[in-house]
């Protein structure tokens, strides 16, 4: 695990999101959501609140991808994408 992604995991972990369970995978982050919260809400706010807790992140930036589950539904959300993940067809 690096320290960006270990701080992302610290952060969230401060949140105290009543359920959710945080846990690296390799490189990546896995959110395990009770399955009644609304996967659909939580992407179309994910920019703007992973914006305004990064705040309080001061290691440098890496590539790290979120991985979001509810029980029924999933999706991904890579954050300081590579060029990689820029050209993915």
Same mark, same amino acid.
């Given at each position: 695990?690096?320290?960006?992604?270990?701080?992302?995991?610290?952060? !969230? =972990? #401060?949140?105290? &999101?009543?359920?959710?369970?945080?846990?690296?995978?390799g490189e990546d982050?896995?959110v395990e959501m009770?399955?009644?919260?609304?996967?659909?809400?939580?992407?179309?706010?994910?920019?703007?609140? !992973? =914006? #305004?807790?990064? &705040?309080?992140?001061?290691?440098?930036?890496?590539?790290?991808?979120?991985?979001?589950?509810?029980?029924?539904?999933?999706?991904?959300?890579?954050?300081?994408?590579?060029?990689?993940?820029?050209?993915? =067809?």
């Amino acid at each position: 695990m690096n320290t960006y992604q270990q701080k992302w995991i610290d952060v !969230l =972990a #401060a949140a105290n &999101l009543q359920g959710w369970k945080i846990e690296p995978i390799g490189e990546d982050i896995h959110v395990e959501m009770p399955h009644i919260i609304d996967l659909k809400l939580i992407r179309d706010n994910l920019p703007e609140t !992973l =914006a #305004a807790i990064s &705040l309080d992140i001061t290691v440098p930036k890496e590539r790290l991808r979120f991985q979001f589950h509810n029980g029924y539904e999933n999706f991904e959300y890579v954050l300081n994408p590579g060029e990689a993940d820029l050209t993915k =067809a």
